[in-house]
């Protein structure tokens, strides 16, 4: 471990990993002894636009359902409101002008170039995705869950059985 960091991706939510079918086949504390935050739904911060208050209004509780979200997630549930209100207010107005625009140089020609919202909502986008993962909201995350207790039997597991006796 070097300056502190621990090399690898960050652990995911327990409760995530359980219902992806927990892939790694790692021991997992139990239920009971899971460090959860039961203090409830975050409070919608009242200064964001209206885009990212729709968003949050939309996630919170689907998040809520599957027991990912505590009031510990304001700040991270408020970043990814705001990157995702930034991507659709830079894709309306790239929807409305094009992606490109006209330059004129001083010799009196022109060129055509990348609107700056382009880069603006591929980066408010990159942020969002981020967030996304986070919380399980990408398909491939949402294609590892399964519910719990609902695995597929591994045919190995009945020759490690027969050894046994």
Do not use: H
């Amino acid at each position: 471990m070097k300056g502190g960091f621990v090399s690898g991706p960050p652990k995911r939510p327990l409760e995530l990993v359980r219902l992806e079918g927990n892939p790694g086949k790692r021991r997992l504390p139990k239920p009971e002894n899971d460090i959860k935050d039961r203090s409830g739904i975050p409070d919608c911060p009242q200064w964001l636009d209206a885009a990212a208050r729709a968003e949050w209004s939309r996630v919170v509780p689907l998040l809520d359902a599957m027991g990912l979200v505590g009031k510990v997630d304001r700040a991270a549930l408020t970043g990814y409101c705001v990157a995702y209100s930034r991507f659709t207010q830079a894709e309306q107005i790239l929807n409305r002008r094009g992606l490109t625009m006209e330059m004129f140089t001083k010799a009196g020609g022109f060129y055509e170039m990348q609107r700056p919202e382009v880069a603006i909502a591929q980066k408010y986008l990159a942020i969002a995705k981020a967030f996304c993962a986070e919380y399980g909201m990408t398909a491939s995350a949402r294609g590892r869950m399964s519910i719990a207790g609902t695995e597929e039997k591994d045919s190995f597991d009945d020759l490690d059985d027969e050894k046994a006796e």
